[in-house]
């Protein structure tokens, strides 16, 4: 297989080069895709320093209808017209580690979608506060509700997804501008009655940088997703 490796960026100078070099060093045939932001913080020249040493790495940087759902159709496109099979994506600052990739591997073919998942058997958190770790349990017991899903980790961006799944969602039909893209994503997946696999990951708290989550961005983030509940089938391709 053909793994292509997504990651969305904005300012993660603290990051983004030990997370290259560190999901370099997996063995198997790999592409890195970095979808960035236009970040300010010099994160975009630590990526191209590491385009010198790394063939596999590539680097798209948008200016324009920036966001993290918009960063997201635009790996989620790349990988469409990519010759890769499996696209894994994950977040830029550390918090999901590479080395749980080859487990996430083990599932394919079989399932469409596996899932790193902190809130299954021997999945954890690691130095998070116990308040945001609350939040969570309960804002995923909610998104299970709306998405209709048997889903521990809705909220998980530590994912892998076959192909011939994602061609059957139109992504331009997508409306996450936001974090939900995440929720939107696996609510496509779920209304196309995928084989999902959720297998246990430690998360770990972001130790350099800073979270771009706050009160008001988890409000919009739930109304997006009642949003996308809302709309149903609308993000799938309709058949000829």
Known sequence: MNILIFLPTYNEKENIGDLIEEINKLNFNKE????????NDGTIDIIKDK???????????????????F??????????????????EMDADFSHHPRF???FLKFFPKYDIVIGSRLIKRGEELNRKKIRTIISIIANIIIRI?????????TSGFRAFKKELLNRLDFDNFISINPEIVEELLYGCVLCN???????????ER???RSKLNLKKLTKVFIGIIKIRLR?????KKEI
């Open 32 to 39: 890195i895709l970095i979808v960035d932001d236009n970040s």
């Open 51 to 69: 385009i010198k040493k790394f063939r596999n790495l590539k680097l798209i940087i948008r200016k324009s209808r920036r966001g993290r759902g």
């Open 71 to 88: 960063a997201g159709i635009r790996g989620l496109k790349y990988f469409i017209d990519s010759n890769n099979d499996i696209m894994v």
């Open 101 to 103: 990739i080859p487990d």
């Open 146 to 154: 709306l998405l209709q899903t048997n889903i521990k980790d809705c």
């Open 194 to 204: 995928a084989k999902i696999k959720e297998v246990p990951i430690m998360y770990y």
């Open 207 to 209: 130790s350099g940088g």
């Open 232 to 236: 149903g089938k609308k993000i799938i």
